[in-house]
């Protein structure tokens, strides 16, 4: 058995390790990223729980106030807040598709995934009676979502049904999938485990299929009985994660060693994070009622443009 699952985590490291564009076989630490004598700065404040950060081809984020508020809001280059969809409460993840569209979670009572369209208004239910909390949409229009009351990884391909991808049982897995991102060539699916200590990935097969399930990512907790708290999460466009956690935003490099720990703007805690902004080059964050960016060297995948191997 130990030999065994030497050769499945060696199978799985190579398998990511090709997939993800290195820049070379180095540590990156967190100086590769953050530029000295940037911090973060508030641009939108007010609000209850922000939360679903995500960003459009232009680098415009979008989020919306999943406890308190009934809209999703764009946050433009100029720092100017302007309501993009009006009526709709209980927003959590968002992330755009290749067809120009928000998709969101909507939790609460209305348990379902939701489309909108920000050109003509329209929305389209995609799935419905599910527990939502986070989810992505491949460059070919997949959507991958977390349930995190079922300990399930969903799946909704084009025009389909929802199904489940991967459910957490004896044999392993989150148990409270969390935060989900792709990496920049779409071949790998992570997801953060909120009541653990990983973050999990799968291979993404090309018939949109997830296999080779492993604890790819140990985050740093608290303490050594708390959990992780891993939350919302995305990648850059050379391959590092950033995870929200307990103990702040916690960045990796696409082979999973860790590469340090970014402090929360506030006392807090960061629940979601995108890159967005001029060049997609500024990490946005929501902590609490606030948004907050910093300016770093690194930057983020255009939406629906999936880095080239």
């Known amino acids: 058995m130990i030999v065994g699952r030497f050769f499945m985590l060696l199978a799985v490291g190579m398998t ?24 973060w700065q508030s641009l939108s404040k007010g ?28 946050l433009g280059h100029d720092g100017k807040v302007t ?12 992330h755009f598709g290749p067809d120009g569209r928000i998709y969101a979670c909507q939790g609460g009572s209305f348990g379902r995934i939701v489309a909108f369209d920000l050109k003509t208004g329209d929305r389209d239910v995609i799935a419905e009676n599910v527990k939502p909390n986070d989810l992505v949409v491949t460059s070919d229009g997949h959507v991958f979502f977390t349930e995190t009351s079922k300990m399930q990884v969903s799946h909704v391909p084009p025009g389909g049904k929802v199904k489940a991808a991967d459910v957490a049982g004896k044999d392993g897995g989150p148990q409270r999938p969390n935060g989900i991102a792709l990496t920049p060539d779409q071949g790998t699916l992570a997801v953060s485990d909120h009541g653990g200590r990983y973050t999990w990935v799968w291979r993404l097969d090309k018939d949109n299929r997830l296999s080779l399930r492993q604890p790819y990512i140990t985050l740093r907790t608290p303490n050594a009985d708390s959990p992780s708290k891993g939350d919302g999460m995305t990648t850059d466009s050379v391959g590092r994660y950033y995870v929200t956690s307990a103990v702040g ?44 960016r ?16």
């Open 16 to 39: 990511l390790l090709l997939g993800a564009q290195l820049c070379d076989a180095q540590d990156m630490p967190l100086t590769q990223v953050l530029i000295e004598g940037e911090d």
């Open 83 to 94: 309501v993009v969809v009006k009526d709709a409460p209980r927003i959590s993840g968002m």
């Open 47 to 74: 609000h209850k729980f922000t939360d679903g950060l995500t960003c459009d081809a232009e680098g415009n984020l979008y989020f919306s106030d999943v406890a308190g508020g009934t809209t999703i809001n764009r």
């Open 294 to 309: 910093r300016k770093t060297k690194a930057s983020g995948v255009r939406a629906g443009q999936p880095e080239s191997k």
């Open 249 to 292: 935003l916690q960045m990796f490099d696409p082979t999973g060693r860790m590469g340090g720990v970014i402090a929360s703007p506030s006392q807090k805690p960061i629940v979601s994070v995108a890159f967005a902004g001029p060049g997609h080059q500024y990490l946005y964050v929501a902590a609490g009622d606030e948004i907050y």
